[in-house]
């Protein structure tokens, strides 16, 4: 049984003092909410203070990025090192990144085992473009996303997929739920074809793209689906507080 993870992708939001004031509103309510994995991902500079705040608690942190040499002259990078430690999942291959700043497989397949040295999980994204999906290209996409970054050692130390179409991310133009179960559920197919089906029935994968309080129960409803990165609703506390009961009541009573 796969446990449900709810993760919040606060981009670039939040000054230092805004994120600990952010967390501490969420912090009480998400702590008693059980059965859920629930992850925060501020930006780097509230790292430390943010979780300073979620010592002790049920509530995990994750980074954005990382960059995938240990140390050295990489000016303004952040290594899989500086956060051993202080964080427990990394988002890997968001849209953004490689939209705006030109993040390609190649890097993002030197990321992920770069985390996972680091004993950081990745959350690895993939997701197909407006004009990929309209093309029907959408599998075609995800299986060349998913060519290496995909290494069994990787889902063993329990790699966590999210798949984030980018027509739906930030337009407030979710997936349908049955459209999210059918990618995620072919995903699924791809791990169990690369690395058999014990590890693709292990292995959790999530939808992200415009979900709120609203839609969350529609997604998390879907058989496939194992929770969700959440961009802009994580921002506000009664919202992202709301989608993770949602999931547990859903994921309990399934
Ligand atoms: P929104 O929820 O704001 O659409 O963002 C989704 C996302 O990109 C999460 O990583």
């Excluded at 449900?4 to 003092?17: R, S």
Aim: proline share 4%; charged share 20%; with cysteine.
């Amino acid at each position: 049984m796969r446990v449900p993870m709810i993760a919040g992708n606060w981009k670039m939001n939040t000054t230092a003092d805004e994120a600990v004031t952010l967390v501490r509103s969420m912090l009480p309510e998400l702590d008693k909410i059980p059965g859920v994995d629930k992850v925060v991902c501020p930006p780097f500079i509230s790292l430390v203070s943010v979780k300073e705040i979620l010592r002790g608690s049920s509530v995990q942190m994750g980074a954005q990025n990382l960059y995938y040499e240990e140390k050295g002259a990489y000016t303004g990078e952040i290594s899989p090192l500086m956060l051993t430690g202080v964080c427990d999942y990394v988002i890997i291959g968001h849209s953004e990144r490689r939209q705006y700043f030109g993040e390609t497989i190649g890097i993002i397949d030197k990321k992920v085992p770069a985390a996972v040295n680091a004993k950081i999980t990745p959350i690895m994204c993939v997701g197909e473009t407006l004009e990929e999906n309209e093309a029907g290209k959408t599998k075609e996409v995800l299986m060349r996303q998913f060519a290496s970054a995909s290494d069994r050692v990787y889902f063993l130390s329990g790699m966590v997929i999210a798949y984030e179409p980018i027509w739906a991310i930030g337009t407030g133009r979710s997936a349908s739920g049955a459209q999210a179960n059918e990618t995620i559920g072919y995903i699924r197919k791809l791990i169990a074809h690369q690395h058999g089906s014990d590890i693709a029935e292990s292995a959790r994968i999530l939808y992200g793209g415009s979900v709120t309080a609203d839609n969350i129960t529609e997604i998390m409803e879907q058989p496939e689906i194992d929770g969700a990165l959440v961009g802009g609703a994580s921002l506000k506390a009664d919202a992202f507080i709301s989608i993770v009961k949602q999931t547990a009541e859903i994921w309990s009573a399934a």
